[in-house]
């Protein structure tokens, strides 16, 4: 990748001389966001107010934004007072060719405007061109607001204008760890290439993350409608930077958003994921004085001031478009004109920056305006279970692809007579690298999803293994195989000779080889095992050339150890868990009830308040074996079976579950309703309840040390209840061979059916051509509606255990379009009877496309995505497809293959 130096000279640190001043005024710039409801009722409709922000009226003044500094460049000189020449030949480290100068003849004022003119140097000079930069450093910062310049750009190959800020104080390190904001770039405005295409974008970008050269940066580019050029006339370029965002504007138009990242939280405060990916820091702590990683508003929680310059090639525009710098256009000097710079505060909350935004709809949405930064996602930390990682074997993993990292092949999966599927890579003349990768920028495929392993539980036990083929041995007879692992977004990496492993053999041509490596053996050199995240195997840099390889059943694994679970009750007692009456005084008893549930657990309940359930208290002739679920908070549950023989007589008795920690100094109480299931006991009826660890722990629960689990109508309620109990067990559930569901093939899955909500009509299996076969028809009349699949009373499907790799796929087909043309089609998903649902348009999904009429086409929603959301994966009982509400009268469409794998 291209390197990017700041376009400055070494951070200091400052103290400012000066602050805000100017008038308090109005900016003109946006107003009002109306206001519309739309009220769905019943069946799966949304009965939410929605804003409607396509009705903003940028003509009116904006609320809330005043003016606390500004420059309109009406005097006869440039203001000192507000603005420093930079007179330096540095750069700013990125190989431009000019010096800046304080000399009017390349920064001046005429008629309103700052002229900044780059221009050729004199003969024998330093630099072949001269031009300005001035900065209000010292003189002027900020901290949030929105911050506008009215310009003119400059054209030509190597023209670089820019419009931007940096941190007054390098609070966080030096570049980029404290930040860069980039208001306004452009490079080579006007060239036009050999194909005729004529650069005409503007770039906003932040800067930020670890020091050069593992810098990170984000942004976008955006273009003038209507084939306008930024070098042709005047426009308004701007930032409103608040706590934890920024968003860029060309014109008033909101064209880019970018946000801090947003870290996902287990219930011990441990980070584990990230719900929005953005920017991040790494600083060293003042306390500690380890380096660390910080997913906060930093770095841009600080004071910044600005920056205005024109810059002549460096290494972007040297490098795209036509290259070089076109002499010609610097001839007779080519000028950046600025109309005027302002900065305003907002009014409502200036310590944040928040309550006078600016948006639109889609500016929060990646699909639009939401860019994502490159913050690395947090290792979840290790949950002390030994498993086993396939990340080939004889088809490619959607997590793990296969990687050729900079000589520009594609890794193919082909046959082998031996093996079957293997994985080829090819070495050409570029050196190179390749292997296994999972890393977010790296997987393509929909059902893919970026899983860094962690090993450390095989540390002592388990080993990195793979077979090998040398279809062709590399044209260079002395090229040496290597292995390389790297871990957490090559935080740590350990490279080794293929004869290093444990066989101790190169590779030979046409033979297959077994390659072994023991995990301790890559720790002890350097190696994180807790985020495995690329595994590569190839002739040593630069010596690959001719190379063809296969490489087929790359795993991690070890012995294995299973995941600890306990059971509290299956057909007899566990004897360190004896049946328990805590305070009636009665004796539980052990009951055989029918064929599939055999020896159960009986609980009566007289006149006496109690409670009732298991115990390993010795107080309470338990074995004081107290269970320790921390290793499988994540994924672990409590699950029973219970039967209501005879009810309480208090009819309004509420049933609960209680479970207890390290002799009840945490402890939680539900309803039996707040299991995952959500229902109440029936009488006569065996019925299931599971209840997630993470959600126990969430509400307080000492996982580490579970000593007491009771199931009980509530206390002083209960006389006259008997109860059974059977299948109590904590532990991870079993995943099922077959974990998905397919709601629509040829025919509704069973307890599914195909769903009119409110328009009456009854949708059909219809036939369509020979791929699709019997299909999914639905027809909507005059009546507004939703169509779909829907569950049956009490039937859910619990997505939960493939809540990480699967996805909401469907193909659909518009057989007669709405009448209204502008109907936005949707995608709708609810669970646990709508106790929660997300709602998102086609465009949305991994293939971001809209329905063409006549068309089958593909849509995948990512389930993970769609918990982020607010989905809850474990009773999901709708799926919808439809055009919006009250806009699909005379459609008809079909679908088909709709599926959660």
Known sequence: MTKRHPRMTPARTLTLTGGLSGARL?????????????????????????????????????????LVWSDEFD??????????????????????????????????TSGGMLNIVAKPAATGAEKPYTSARITTKKKADFKYGRFEMRAKLPSGQGAWPAFWMMPTDSVYGDWPRSGEIDIMEAVNLKVKDAKGNVESNVHGTLHYGKPWPNNSSSGKNYTLPGGKNPADDFHTYAVEWQQGEIRWYVDDYLYATQRQSEVRL??????????????????????????????????????????LNFAVGGNWPENVNNKGIDAAAFTNGQSFVVDYVRAYQCAANPDTGKGCETVRPGYDKTSDALVEGKAPIPVPPSDGVARNLAIFDNAENPSWPGWDCCGGSKPTVVNDNQRGGVMEFRVGGAPTVNGFISRAEFIKDPAGTPSPFDASPLANTGSLSFAMK???????????????????????????????????????????????????????????????????????????????????????????????????????QNLDWPMWDCCAGSKPTEQLDDAAHGMTAEFTIGGAPTVMGFITRPSNNGGNKPFDASAILAKGVVKFDLKVVTAPNDPASVWKFKVEANNAASAVELNLTDSVEGKAPVTGQWQTYTFKLSDLAAKGLDVSAIDVVMIFPAWGTGNGAVYRVDNASIGEPAVPSNSGLTLFADAAAANWSLWDCCGGSKPTVEDDDAAHGKTAQYKIGGAPTVMGIFAADGTYFDASNILATAMVKFEMKVVTPPSDSSADWLFKIEAKDAASAVQLKLSESLEGKAPVVGQWQTYSYRLKDLADKGLDVSAIDIVMVFPAWGQGNGAVYRLDNVQIK
């Open 266 to 307: 287990n219930s011990k405060d441990q980070a584990v994921g990230l719900k929005h990916r953005g920017w991040f820091t790494e600083y060293f702590d003042q306390t500690s004085g380890k380096l660390n990683t910080y997913w906060t508003s930093a770095p841009f929680d600080q004071k910044f001031f600005l920056i």
């Open 26 to 66: 109005s900016k003109t710039l946006f107003c009002s966001a109306l206001l519309s409801s739309t009220l769905l009722t019943g069946c799966g409709g949304d009965t939410a107010t929605q804003t409607d922000l396509s009705k903003t009226d940028t003509s009116k003044p904006a609320t809330g934004w005043n």
């Open 470 to 572: 040398a279809v062709s041995l590399p044209n260079n007879a002395a090229a040496v195989w290597k292995l390389k692992v790297e871990s957490n977004n090559a935080a740590s990496a350990v490279e080794m000779d293929l004869t290093a492993s444990n066989e101790g053999k190169a590779p030979a041509a046409g033979v297959w080889q077994t390659y072994t490596f023991p995990l301790k053996k890559l720790a002890d050199a350097g190696l994180d095992l807790s985020a495995i995240d690329v595994v590569m195997i190839f002739p040593a840099w630069g010596t690959g050339e001719g190379a063809v390889y296969q490489v087929d059943d790359v795993k991690i694994a070890g012995p294995g150890s299973a995941a600890p679970s306990l059971t509290l009750f299956k057909d007899s």
């Open 75 to 108: 005097g006869q000189s440039i203001d000192s007072n507000k603005w420093n020449f930079e007179v330096n030949c540095a750069g700013g480290g990125n190989n431009e060719k000019q010096c800046y100068t304080a000399d009017k003849a390349n920064a001046f």
